[in-house]
C-alpha cells in the first residue's frame, strides 16, 4: 500500500503501448500539455520519487550525494531483486552514478557537467526513448542521456526462468486471449529513468534535482529480446492458479536520502515576510515523498512516502494555589475591586455561593487539585463584570481538552448562586451556551449535568430551597405531546449518572396520558437512571426540578443555563413554527399565557389552550427575566457564510431582549468566545459580537515546558491501492490482526502478525482500542464504513456517524460514548467540542482545507492519554498533497500555531448578501416580539382587534419608522442604508403577498425558504 511506484502512463502510452490512446493524441498535439504531465515539480501521481533542494556556501570542495533504493520481483510469490542507486556530485562539477542491481554494478562518470543528465536504464526502445521525451518537453534539448542497456544489465532487471523452488511461473495478460505464455519463453523486463540537474541560482548557491522515475514493465521474448507490445503496462505473474497473481508493475520499498558535505541547505520549516511569520517547507520540495531529518548525521535527510513522529503535547500552566485557595482569592479581589468601582455587593452572599461551587466542583471534579492560571484569571474578572452588570466580551483560547468550558462556567454559576442566595434572582434564562453543533450540545451537557448535580445537592444540603436549573434546546428536544393513539418513545440522554457513575439518564414518561386534547394526548417526562440499582431509578425531586429535557418545560419555565445553537435561536426568532411561536420567546423575557397541564406558552390572552384544551386566564400569565450572559462556544466554526449571518444573529438577538424588556439601546450583554483555534481571537471576537475593540478582553492559557501525553503520528500515503482501501485494512491490523490467508502463506508474514499482536497488548491490554475516524464527505464515511466492515468480519464494532443517520447520531454518539462500539467513522459533526475520554486511536481521511478544522479533529484523540494518529493523503487531491510535503505543520504545535494565525479566514458583517438576509429576517422578528404577535402571525389579516384589522396593524407596523431603527440596532453594520433598503422592500413584498395570502405566516413562507438556514448564502 505504500513505498511503491506505479508505472508514467503519460511515457508508457508513447513508448510502450501497442495502441495510442486517445488522451496520448490529443496531449500530443500540445507540448504544454505533455510538460505539465511530466514536470516533477507539479506532478502528484505515483510513478516519480526525488527532491529538490537549495544550497548556499557551495564551492568547489562540496558535494551532495544522493541515494534511492528498491525493489522489484522477478518470480511468484516472494522472490525480488534490490537495485541501488548513488549519486555523488561536488562543486567541479563532476558526477558519479553507480547503479547495483542484486550485485550486477554499472556506473556513469561525467565532467564539468553544466546541462541536465538523464540515465536511462533498461531496453532503449523503452527507456531511452522516455528519456529522450522527458529531454525534449523539459529541458528543451539540452539534456545529456547515458543510456544503460547492456545484455547482463537487462537480464538482472528482467523476471527470472524459474521459481525458487524451480517452478515454471506465468504471466498475464497475455497478447492474445486464450493465450498462456511461461517463464521460459518470456519475460517482463523494468525500465526507468534517473533526472538530474545541477543548477546556479545565485552567486554560492545551486538548485540541485533528483528524480527517479519508473517508465513501466516491457514483455519481451525471452531469446530474441523482442518486445511484445500490449494494452496495458500492468503485469501479473503466477505459478499454478491465475486468480493467485501477484504484480510485477510496481517498484517496491522505494526510499532514498539526500547527504551533504562542506555547503549549507537554504531550506526551513518557516520564514518571515514583512514581519509576519509563514510556516511551511521552502527552500526544498519532495516529490512523491516525506523529507525528514536524521539526528545522525545532522546533514542527512531520509526520503519516503510515510513517516512516523511524535508530538508532545506540553501541560498548561496551573495556579500555584489549589482549589480553595483559588476561590477565596477570587472573592477578596471581587471585593477590592467592586468597592473602587463603586459595585455595591453582598459579602456575605457571594462568600456563599463561592463556597457552594467550591464545594460542588471538588466533588464533580475530584481528580482536579488545581485550576488552571487562564481559568483562575477567568474566574476573577468575568464574575467581576457579572457582578458589576458590565457588558463586554471575553475571549477564551486553551489548545483542545484545555479547560475553556470551566473557564467561563464557574463565573457564571458562582454569579447565578449569588444572585439566588442573596434575593436578587427573578426567575427565567440567566444565560445561552451557544454551540455551533447539535453533538457538541449534547456532549458538553454531561458537564454541566454533573456540576449542577453536585451545587443542588450543595444548596439542598446548606437549606435552600433554591436550585440551579439547565436546558437543552435544539432541532430534537422532544414535546410533551403525541398524536392521539401514539405513545412517547423513552429517550436516553447524554448525561452520566451523578450517583452510580454507571447508568446513563433517560427521559421517560408517564404511564398514562396527563390529559387527552381532541387532537394530542398530554404525557408528563421524567428523568431517571437507567441503571435499575440506582436510587435514582426512580424519578428523584431535584433532578426533576433542575432538568428542562422538553420543549413545554423549557417555555413554561426557561431554565438558569439555557443550551442552545444558532439555527434553533434563529427558528425562535423567526416564528418558524406554528405551534411554539411565538409563545417560545419567554426565553428571552416575553410574556405569555402557560398552560399549567401541558406547559405550552400562549403569546396571547388565550382562553383555552390549543394543544390540550385546559381553560386559561389571566391567572396563567407569566413574565421573565431575560438573558445577560452568551456563551460562543468553539467559535471557529462560525466563519465565511455560517460566521457572518451568525453575528448578524447575535445582535438580532440583543435588540429582541432590548425591545421586549423595554432596556435601553446601550444595554448589552456579557460574551464569552471560546476555542482553541482561533487565528486571530481579538479581531474574530469583534467580527462576531460587534463590540469594539476595547471592549474585548483576550484570557489564554500558557503552556509549560512539562509534557503530560503525547500523539503518535503515522503518514501515509498509498499510491496503489486505494486510499479507503489501506485504512480498511489499518482497521483490519487494529482489531484481527493479518488475515489468516497471508499468514499461512508465508513464515515472514507470520512473524510479522506475532509481532503485531504483542505490540498491541503492550498498546491496549485486553481492552480493544477505541478509533475515531474523520472523513470531509458523506460519501467517504460510507464508502470507508463498507472497506471496513468487510475486512473485520464483523470482528469489531464498528458504525458511522453523519447526516446520513439523522436522529440515529445521537445513538451513535452515546453508543461509543460507552463503548458498544469500537470504532466510529464520522464527517467534521464531530470535530468540535465533543470529548470521547476513550478515543485512543484516530484517523484523518484526506485532509481538511484548514489546519483548524484538523487540529479541532486530532483534539478528539487522546485527551487523557497517549494515542496513536493515522494521517492518510489522497495523492491526487493537491490539499492532501501541500500538507504531505508540510507534514510537519501537522505534528509539531508551534509550526501549527502559526499556520493558524495566518489562515485567512474572517466574519464579514458587511457582506452585502448576508446584510440583505438578515435584514429581511430582522422584519420578521420585529413582528414576532411585538405584544400581539400570535395574532399577526397565525390570524387573519381580516380579523379586527382593538378596533381595527390585522391588515392595518401590520401596515402600520411593516412602514413605520421603528421597524427601521430596530433593523438598525438589530444589524450594526456599516453599509446600513442598505440594510434599511432591504427592509423597507421586504416589508413590502410581506404586505403585497397578503394580498392574496390569509395570514401572514403563509405569506412568510413563500419567502422564507431561502432565510431558514444560517449555514449558506446561495
Same mark, same amino acid.
Given at each position: 500500500h505504500i513505498s511503491t511506484l506505479s508505472p508514467d502512463n503519460a511515457l508508457a502510452e508513447r513508448v510502450y503501448l501497442r495502441k495510442p490512446t486517445i488522451s496520448q493524441l490529443d496531449q500530443d498535439l500540445d507540448p504544454e500539455v505533455l510538460a505539465d504531465l511530466l514536470d516533477p515539480y507539479r506532478i502528484r501521481g505515483h510513478g516519480v520519487f526525488g527532491i529538490v533542494g537549495t544550497f548556499r556556501e557551495w564551492k568547489d570542495e562540496s558535494e551532495l550525494l544522493f541515494g534511492a533504493s528498491f525493489y522489484y520481483r522477478v518470480a511468484p510469490p516472494l522472490d525480488f531483486r534490490r537495485c541501488l542507486i548513488n549519486i555523488r556530485c561536488d562543486g567541479e562539477g563532476n558526477l558519479h552514478a553507480e547503479i547495483n542491481m542484486g550485485g550486477l554494478v554499472r556506473s556513469v562518470t561525467v565532467s564539468n557537467l553544466t546541462a541536465p543528465l538523464l540515465i536511462a536504464v533498461g531496453i532503449k526502445e523503452i527507456a531511452g526513448r522516455a528519456a529522450e521525451i522527458l529531454n525534449q518537453s523539459l529541458y528543451g534539448g539540452t539534456? $545529456?542521456?547515458? @543510456? %544503460?542497456?547492456?545484455?547482463?544489465? %537487462?537480464?538482472?532487471?528482467?523476471?527470472?526462468?524459474?521459481?525458487?523452488?524451480?517452478?515454471?511461473?506465468?504471466?498475464?495478460?497475455?497478447?492474445? !486471449? !486464450?493465450?498462456?505464455?511461461?517463464?521460459?519463453?518470456?519475460?517482463i523486463t523494468q525500465n526507468f529513468v534517473i533526472e538530474t540537474l545541477i543548477e546556479k541560482v545565485e552567486e554560492?548557491?545551486?538548485?540541485?534535482?533528483?528524480?527517479?522515475?519508473?517508465? +513501466?514493465?516491457?514483455?519481451t521474448e525471452r531469446n530474441t529480446g523482442r518486445i511484445i507490445r500490449t494494452n496495458s503496462p500492468y503485469f501479473f505473474v503466477y505459478a499454478d492458479r491465475r486468480y493467485e497473481r501477484w504484480s510485477v508493475h510496481h517498484l517496491m520499498e522505494v526510499d532514498g536520502f539526500l547527504r551533504w558535505n562542506r555547503c549549507r541547505p537554504t531550506w526551513a520549516w518557516s520564514r518571515s515576510i514583512d514581519d509576519r511569520e509563514i510556516a511551511g517547507l521552502h527552500g526544498l520540495m519532495p516529490i512523491g515523498c516525506i523529507a525528514t531529518e536524521e539526528e545522525h548525521p545532522l546533514n542527512r535527510l531520509l526520503l519516503r512516502d510515510w513517516n512516523i513522529d511524535i508530538e508532545e503535547i506540553p501541560e498548561i500552566e496551573r495556579s500555584p494555589r489549589d482549589i480553595e485557595e483559588s476561590?477565596?482569592?477570587?472573592?477578596?479581589?471581587? %471585593?477590592?475591586?467592586?468597592?473602587?468601582?463603586?459595585?455595591?455587593?453582598?459579602?456575605?452572599?457571594?462568600?456563599e455561593a463561592v463556597s457552594v461551587v467550591c464545594a460542588a466542583f471538588k466533588r464533580a471534579f475530584p481528580e482536579v487539585r488545581s485550576l488552571y492560571l487562564f481559568q483562575e484569571k477567568s474566574l476573577r474578572e468575568s464574575l467581576l463584570s457579572l457582578l458589576s452588570e458590565k457588558s463586554k466580551a471575553i475571549v477564551l483560547q486553551a489548545r483542545t481538552a484545555g479547560g475553556k468550558t470551566l473557564a467561563f462556567l464557574l463565573p457564571i454559576l458562582i454569579w447565578i448562586a449569588y444572585l439566588k442566595i442573596s434575593g436578587k434572582e427573578e426567575p427565567g434564562v440567566k444565560a445561552i451556551l451557544m454551540y455551533p453543533t447539535t453533538a457538541l450540545q449534547n456532549d458538553q451537557s454531561r458537564i454541566i449535568f454533573t456540576f449542577l448535580w453536585h451545587m443542588n445537592a450543595e444548596l439542598s444540603s446548606r437549606g435552600y430551597g433554591t436550585i440551579i436549573s439547565m436546558g437543552i434546546l435544539q432541532r430534537y428536544t422532544p414535546r410533551r405531546y403525541v398524536q392521539i393513539g401514539h405513545m412517547p418513545q423513552q429517550?436516553? &440522554?447524554?448525561?452520566?449518572?451523578?450517583?452510580?457513575?454507571?447508568?446513563? /439518564?433517560?427521559?421517560?414518561?408517564?404511564?398514562?396520558?396527563?390529559?387527552?386534547?381532541?387532537? @394530542?394526548?398530554?404525557?408528563?417526562?421524567?428523568?431517571? +437512571?437507567?441503571?435499575? $440499582?440506582?436510587?435514582?431509578?426512580?424519578?428523584?425531586?431535584?433532578?426533576?426540578?433542575?432538568?428542562? /429535557?422538553?420543549?413545554?418545560?423549557?417555555?413554561?419555565?426557561?431554565?438558569?443555563?439555557?443550551?442552545?445553537?444558532?439555527?434553533?435561536?434563529?427558528?425562535? &426568532?423567526? *416564528?418558524?413554527?406554528k405551534i411554539d411561536d411565538p409563545g417560545s420567546l419567554t426565553i428571552l423575557g416575553k410574556e405569555a399565557r402557560i398552560c399549567p397541564t401541558c406547559g405550552m406558552p400562549h403569546a396571547y390572552p388565550a382562553r383555552k389552550c390549543k394543544i390540550c384544551g385546559e381553560r386559561l386566564s389571566s391567572q396563567n400569565d407569566k413574565r421573565f427575566s431575560y438573558p445577560k450572559v452568551i456563551v460562543i462556544d468553539e467559535a471557529h466554526q462560525m466563519r465565511g457564510a455560517f460566521g457572518a449571518q451568525a453575528s448578524h444573529l447575535l445582535t438580532r438577538l440583543e435588540e429582541s431582549i432590548r425591545f421586549i424588556n423595554n432596556l435601553s439601546s446601550r444595554w448589552r450583554p456579557l460574551y464569552f468566545v471560546s476555542s482553541a483555534t482561533l487565528n486571530d481571537p481579538i479581531m474574530r471576537a469583534v467580527e462576531l459580537t460587534a463590540f469594539e475593540r476595547e471592549k474585548v478582553q483576550l484570557i489564554s492559557a500558557q503552556p509549560t515546558g512539562r509534557v503530560t501525553t503525547y500523539r503518535v503520528h503515522v503518514f501515509l500515503m498509498p499510491k496503489v491501492y486505494s486510499p479507503e482501501a489501506t485504512a480498511a485494512r489499518i482497521f483490519e491490523c487494529l482489531y484481527v490482526g493479518v488475515p489468516s490467508t497471508m499468514v499461512q502463506a508465508s513464515d515472514v508474514v507470520q512473524s510479522i502478525n506475532e509481532r503485531l499482536q504483542r505490540a498491541k497488548q503492550r498498546a491496549f491490554g485486553t481492552a480493544?482500542?477505541?478509533?475515531? *475516524?474523520?472523513?470531509?464527505?458523506?460519501?467517504?464515511?460510507?464508502?470507508?464504513?463498507?472497506?471496513? !466492515? !468487510? &475486512?473485520?468480519?464483523?470482528?469489531?464494532?464498528?458504525?458511522? $456517524?453523519?447526516?446520513? @443517520?439523522?436522529?440515529?447520531?445521537?445513538?451513535?454518539?452515546?453508543?461509543?460514548?460507552?463503548?458498544?462500539?469500537? *470504532?466510529?467513522? *464520522?464527517?467534521?459533526?464531530?470535530?468540535v467540542g465533543v470529548d470521547f475520554d476513550r478515543v485512543n486511536v484516530g484517523m484523518i481521511y484526506r485532509m481538511p482545507f484548514y489546519i483548524t478544522d484538523y487540529t479541532q479533529r486530532i483534539g478528539r484523540i487522546g485527551r487523557r492519554q497517549h494515542c496513536l494518529i493515522f494521517n492518510i493523503f489522497v495523492p491526487d487531491s493537491p490539499v492532501d498533497y501541500f500538507y504531505f510535503r508540510n507534514w510537519k505543520l501537522l505534528c509539531d504545535g508551534n509550526l501549527r500555531d502559526t499556520s493558524m494565525r495566518n489562515e485567512a479566514y474572517r466574519v464579514d458583517r458587511n457582506n452585502i448578501e448576508t446584510i440583505r438576509r438578515s435584514a429581511r429576517r430582522a422584519v420578521i422578528d420585529f413582528i414576532t416580539i411585538q405584544p400581539e404577535a400570535e395574532y399577526l402571525l397565525h390570524e387573519s389579516v381580516h380579523r379586527r382587534i382593538r378596533n381595527r384589522t390585522i391588515f392595518d396593524a401590520l401596515q402600520s407596523l411593516l412602514t413605520s419608522q421603528q421597524l427601521l431603527h430596530y433593523v438598525r440596532n438589530a444589524l450594526r453594520v456599516?453599509?446600513?442604508?442598505?440594510?434599511?433598503?432591504e427592509a423597507q422592500r421586504f416589508a413590502q413584498v410581506l404586505l403585497q403577498s397578503l394580498q392574496v395570502h390569509r395570514t401572514l405566516m403563509d405569506a412568510i413562507k413563500v419567502h422564507i425558504v431561502g432565510l431558514k438556514s444560517l449555514r449558506t448564502a446561495e
Open positions: 539534456a $545529456h542521456i547515458e @543510456y %544503460l542497456d547492456d545484455p547482463d544489465l %537487462l537480464d538482472s532487471l528482467s523476471t527470472n526462468e524459474y521459481t525458487s523452488d524451480g517452478r515454471i511461473f506465468y504471466i498475464y495478460p497475455t497478447p492474445r !486471449r !486464450r493465450q498462456q505464455i511461461s517463464s521460459t519463453n518470456y519475460r554560492n548557491s545551486i538548485r540541485a534535482t533528483f528524480v527517479l522515475r519508473y517508465v +513501466c514493465p516491457v514483455l476561590f477565596t482569592e477570587t472573592v477578596n479581589f471581587i %471585593l477590592s475591586r467592586a468597592e473602587s468601582v463603586g459595585v455595591l455587593v453582598d459579602e456575605e452572599s457571594l462568600r429517550r436516553e &440522554l447524554r448525561l452520566k449518572c451523578p450517583v452510580c457513575q454507571v447508568g446513563r /439518564m433517560v427521559l421517560d414518561w408517564s404511564s398514562e396520558p396527563l390529559r387527552e386534547g381532541d387532537e @394530542y394526548w398530554v404525557f408528563r417526562e421524567q428523568i431517571i +437512571c437507567a441503571n435499575g $440499582h440506582c436510587k435514582l431509578s426512580s424519578p428523584d425531586p431535584l433532578i426533576q426540578r433542575m432538568c428542562r /429535557m422538553t420543549r413545554e418545560a423549557i417555555y413554561e419555565s426557561p431554565p438558569d443555563l439555557l443550551i442552545a445553537n444558532p439555527d434553533i435561536i434563529n427558528a425562535r &426568532l423567526n *416564528a418558524l413554527s480493544s482500542p477505541a478509533t475515531l *475516524a474523520f472523513a470531509n464527505t458523506i460519501a467517504e464515511v460510507n464508502v470507508l464504513l463498507g472497506f471496513t !466492515r !468487510r &475486512l473485520t468480519s464483523g470482528q469489531a464494532r464498528i458504525d458511522g $456517524h453523519s447526516t446520513d @443517520y439523522a436522529e440515529d447520531r445521537r445513538e451513535k454518539e452515546d453508543g461509543f460514548s460507552r463503548g458498544d462500539y469500537d *470504532a466510529l467513522i *464520522a464527517t467534521s459533526g464531530l470535530e456599516e453599509r446600513i442604508a442598505e440594510a434599511t433598503g
